[in-house]
T-cell receptor, first 115, second 112 residues
């Protein structure tokens, strides 16, 4: 089945700093790739996605590029804000194999941004 | 627009007690899911229902049962709760079996 390795947290940054959260995956076939975000006390919500190689997903200033050759989908933001403090989850969606039809979540990376 | 609604939001049980977590979505989605979230382990799929009338096991189904009552509702039942089932449970839905899920706010369950 699929598996995901996410950058271990917690990550603590000052406001306006550059953010990278690394994500690599193993999957059968060519999965769609997702980043979800969980704000304190809430459920997860979709942040961005990419469905094929070299696609770039973007939303709210965050970006991630689908790199098939390195099986990676790293999340970046050029200038973080306090309101970005949350837990971030990388998740490939299986297009085939034993994990077909399922999202596999990474363990999550806690981000804290200080003023 | 409510989206995905879970009840109850908090519950404390004693070992061996039973309970049902309720989930309803108002987006006319075909697929529904139950996940559990534990520290350092991300979210793990318990059961899912690709469409009304079907249910399938996920990664960690032992100790749980589900019912897809209709297109809107998908319940999760713990027949005999164990401390290992202490967790935060999330229900989610999607239009089709795909990666774009909509989550409820979660139900925090403690089993003593």
């Amino acid at each position: 089945g699929n598996s995901v390795t996410q950058m271990e947290g917690p990550v603590t940054l000052s406001e306006e700093a550059f953010l990278t959260i690394n994500c690599t995956y193993t999957a059968t076939g060519y999965p769609s790739l997702f980043w979800y975000v969980q704000y304190p006390g809430e459920g997860l919500q979709l942040l961005l996605k990419a469905t094929k190689a070299d696609d770039k997903g973007s939303n709210k200033g965050f970006e991630a590029t689908y790199r098939k050759e390195t099986t990676s989908f790293h999340l970046e933001k050029g200038s973080v804000q306090v309101s970005d403090s949350a837990v971030y989850f990388c998740a490939p969606f299986a297009a085939g194999g034993t994990s077909y039809g399922k999202l596999t979540f990474g363990q999550g990376t806690i981000l804290t941004v200080h003023p | 627009n409510a989206g995905v609604t879970q009840t109850p939001k908090f519950q404390v049980l004693k070992t061996g007690q039973s309970m049902t977590l309720q989930c309803a979505q108002d987006m006319n989605h075909n697929s529904m899911y139950w996940y559990r979230q534990d520290p350092g382990m991300g979210l793990r799929l318990i059961y899912y229902s690709a469409s009304e009338g079907t249910t399938d096991k996920g990664e960690v189904p032992n100790g749980y049962n589900v019912s897809r009552l209709n297109k809107r509702e998908f319940s999760l039942r713990l027949e005999s709760a164990a401390p290992s089932q202490t967790s935060v449970y999330f229900c989610a839905s999607s239009e089709v079996v795909a990666g774009e899920l909509f989550f409820g706010e979660g139900s925090r369950l403690t089993v003593l």
